[in-house]
């Protein structure tokens, strides 16, 4: 069974930064693509960004978070992060971590302004 733990999130002020993590594990091999995704209260879920199995170096992004955040994994392909720059009280949201079809619980972000 694969599981999906994001960490990371927290409550800052407009301008800060963030890192979230995912990390997966049920899996033997990282060669799958895992994303990030945000949901806010009323709202439906939004993709985020998105990072390549075997290519790691190919990434995706929404429009709102492009230029702001930055998507990675580490080495074994089993880890996830999403770095979070310059964020906006838009921003706030619960941010769940997919590896298709499975999702984690997701981590609360939460910026003020």
């Known amino acids: 069974q694969v599981q999906l733990v994001e960490s990371g999130g927290g409550s800052v002020q407009a301008g800060s930064s963030l890192t979230l993590t995912c990390t997966a594990s049920?899996?033997?091999?990282?060669?799958?693509?895992m994303a990030w995704y945000r949901q806010a209260p009323g709202k439906e879920r939004e993709f985020v960004a998105a990072?390549?199995?075997?290519?790691?170096?190919?990434?995706e992004y929404g429009d709102s978070v492009k230029g702001r955040f930055t998507i990675s994994r580490d080495n074994t392909g089993m880890t996830a992060y999403l770095q979070m720059n310059s964020l906006k009280p838009d921003d706030t949201a619960i941010y769940y971590c997919?590896?298709?079809?499975?999702w984690g619980q997701g981590t609360q972000v939460t910026v003020s302004s």
């Open positions: 990072v390549q199995g075997r290519r790691r170096n190919v990434t």
């Open positions: 997919s590896d298709n079809p499975y």
């Open positions: 049920g899996r033997t091999a990282g060669s799958y693509t």
